[in-house]
C-alpha cells in the first residue's frame, strides 16, 4: 500500500504524475 501523503507532499507529486503522463499521452498520440 501507498503511504498516506500529506497535503505537502500532495502538490509536487501530482505535478510529477502530470508531466509524466502529458509525455506518455503526447508520445501515443504521435
Same mark, same amino acid.
Given at each position: 500500500?501507498?503511504?498516506? %501523503?500529506? =497535503? /505537502?507532499? !500532495?502538490?509536487?507529486? %501530482? =505535478? !510529477? /504524475? !502530470? =508531466? $509524466?503522463?502529458?509525455? $506518455?499521452? =503526447?508520445?501515443?498520440?504521435?
Amino acid at each position: 500500500m501507498i503511504r498516506l %501523503a500529506t =497535503q /505537502h507532499d !500532495v502538490l509536487p507529486i %501530482a =505535478q !510529477v /504524475h !502530470v =508531466q $509524466s503522463w502529458r509525455e $506518455s499521452y =503526447q508520445n501515443i498520440i504521435k
